[in-house]
């Protein structure tokens, strides 16, 4: 049974750092894409970042792009979110999410086949 756990989200100020966790069980993620989604209030889920856990390609949301990096540590089977540079355009629920990589890095929720429960981030003006 796959389960995904995020941690690390709170409140910041803008231009702060925060860096969220998921931690992934019951697969082998070596074959596996993992990715951050968030959902704003009033606002439908959004892509935020993608990484081919076995090539480490990533790929981001326009939006995020050169503040935000994902990563993962193979030793804790654990993904990372590390995001600078906040703007309170941030805040959301962060989801992380995972899918079998039959190729190439998605961007739709539906290509997701596991989830988090979620963790709040809150950026402050």
């Known amino acids: 049974q796959v389960q995904l756990v995020e941690s690390g989200g709170g409140l910041a100020q803008a231009g702060g750092s925060l860096r969220l966790s998921c931690a992934a069980s019951g697969r082998t993620f070596s074959t596996y894409v993992m990715a951050w989604f968030r959902q704003a209030p009033g606002k439908a889920r959004e892509f935020v970042a993608a990484l081919g856990w076995s090539t480490g390609s990533t790929d981001y949301a326009d939006s995020v792009k050169g503040r935000f990096t994902i990563s993962r540590d193979n030793t804790k089977n654990t993904v990372y979110l590390q995001m600078n540079s906040l703007k309170p355009e941030d805040t959301a629920v962060y989801y992380c999410?995972?899918?079998?990589?039959?190729?190439?890095?998605?961007?739709?929720?539906?290509?997701?086949?596991?989830w988090g429960q979620g963790t709040q981030v809150t950026v402050s003006s």
């Open positions: 999410a995972a899918a079998y990589d039959y190729g190439g890095l998605r961007r739709y929720e539906y290509e997701y086949d596991y």
